[in-house]
C-alpha cells in the first residue's frame, strides 16, 4: 500500500527573506523562517495578546522554490502547506538542536490583510526536471493503480463488499435476478 504522509496548513508571517541554496547535485532549495503566533485572551486580565510564538522553517523546492523567492518577503501573512518534520541536529557549540520544518507543497499570501496580482511564471525546464517530473507522474501513477486495484471488490452502485465468488457480503449475487419483490398487501 501507499505511504500515507500529512499535510499541515498553517496562516502564518514570513520571518525571513526566503534564501536559495543549490545543492551538490545541482538542484535548487529555497528556504525562510516563518512565525505563528495564537491570539488569545487573558482569562484573569481580560486583555487580548499574543502566545507563545511557534517557529519553522518551510524548504521548497523547483518552481515552487523559484517562485517563493521571487514573491515572499520578510512580514508577509501567508498560508503555508506542507508536511511537516522535526529535524535533529547538533548545534556549534556541539549541544544537539531541534527544528520543526514544512516542506511545503503550496505556498500563498494571505489575503485577509491585502491583496495581489498573480502573474504566472513559463520556464524552460531542464531535461532533468522533466526527466525527474515524468518518474514522480509515473510513481503517482503506480500508487493510484495499487490504491484503486484494493477496490475492485466495491459494487460502484451500492458500495458494498463483493467476495472472491462476486457476491455481495449481504449474500445477493451481483446482477443477479434473485431479488425478491416487495408486495404490498
Known amino acids: 500500500m501507499a505511504k500515507q504522509q500529512s499535510l499541515?496548513?498553517?496562516h502564518v508571517w514570513a520571518a525571513t527573506n526566503p534564501e536559495v541554496f543549490t545543492t551538490p547535485s545541482g538542484r535548487d532549495k529555497?528556504?525562510?523562517r516563518i512565525a505563528d503566533s495564537v491570539r488569545s485572551r487573558s482569562p484573569e486580565t481580560g486583555v487580548w495578546g499574543d502566545s507563545k510564538t511557534t517557529w519553522y522553517t518551510v524548504t521548497?523546492?523547483?518552481d515552487l522554490g523559484a517562485?517563493?523567492?521571487e514573491s515572499v518577503r520578510k512580514g508577509d501573512p501567508l498560508i503555508v502547506v506542507g508536511h511537516p518534520w522535526v529535524d535533529h541536529y547538533i548545534k556549534r557549540d556541539g549541544n544537539p538542536g531541534v527544528t520543526a520544518r514544512i516542506e511545503?507543497?503550496?505556498v500563498g499570501l494571505d489575503l485577509r490583510y491585502g491583496t495581489s496580482r498573480f502573474a504566472r511564471v513559463r520556464r524552460a525546464a531542464s531535461s532533468d526536471e522533466v526527466m525527474d517530473e515524468a518518474a514522480a507522474i509515473a510513481q503517482?501513477?503506480?500508487e493510484f493503480n495499487e490504491l484503486t486495484s484494493e477496490l475492485a471488490d466495491v459494487d460502484p452502485l451500492t458500495g458494498e463488499l463483493r467476495d472472491d465468488a462476486g457476491a455481495l457480503t449481504d449474500g445477493s449475487e451481483i446482477g443477479g435476478d434473485s431479488q425478491e419483490e416487495t408486495v404490498m398487501a
Open 140 to 142: 503517482t501513477n503506480a
Open 30 to 32: 529555497v528556504t525562510f
Open 60 to 62: 521548497a523546492w523547483g
Open 104 to 106: 511545503a507543497v503550496a
Open 8 to 10: 499541515v496548513t498553517l
Open 67 to 69: 517562485n517563493i523567492a
